[in-house]
């Protein structure tokens, strides 16, 4: 009788738990950045009042949005959802002391140069011969499209005389 019970409220505590940590986990790229804003705008308004175990959920919590959940989501973010990322991570560790926000930005100002000059390269490499060679096609199909058009209006403005 006494297992049962022991039973019972440890499937009580483990479905809560599973609750919670599930209403915590997001589902899309917009639950993701709905949900570590609203982590941090919580963190902080009570930043103040928080004690050592406070900080210990927080940082676990900062750990999986800022990394984990960051770079599930990350390639279907677009620059401004990226930048408002990196805005909550430098809020976050300026709150913690751990980074003041003047050298946080120089640093992720440093980042995102790399990360699109990367791009770039990673482009030019693989991509950019295909996108000229389908743009220079396209020229030469409205050049010729569009001498076609001008012989045509030609055309009509001699049958006018005419």
Not at 17 to 33: G, N, Q, R
Not at 125 to 130: I, L, Q, T, Y
Request: glycine share 2%.
């Amino acid at each position: 009788m006494q297992f049962q019970k022991i039973i019972r409220k440890s499937s009580w505590f483990l479905a809560l738990a599973f609750l919670a940590v599930s209403c915590m986990v997001p589902t899309s790229k917009e639950s993701y950045l709905e949900k570590f804003e609203n982590f941090f705008n919580r963190v902080e308004k009570e930043h103040e009042n928080y004690n050592k175990k406070d900080w210990i959920w927080a940082d676990k919590q900062f750990e999986k949005f800022s990394d984990d959940w960051y770079n599930e989501y990350r390639e279907e973010m677009t620059w401004e959802e990226k930048l408002r990322v990196k805005m909550i991570i430098l809020k976050y560790k300026t709150i913690k002391g751990e980074e003041d926000l003047d050298s946080g930005i120089k640093k992720f100002m440093k980042e995102d140069a790399k990360e699109l000059r990367e791009e770039i390269e990673e482009y030019l490499e693989n991509d950019a011969e295909e996108d000229l060679e389908k743009l220079r096609e396209g020229m030469e199909e409205i050049g010729d499209s569009a001498v076609k058009v001008f012989e045509d209006i030609v055309r009509s403005f001699k049958n006018m005389d005419d």
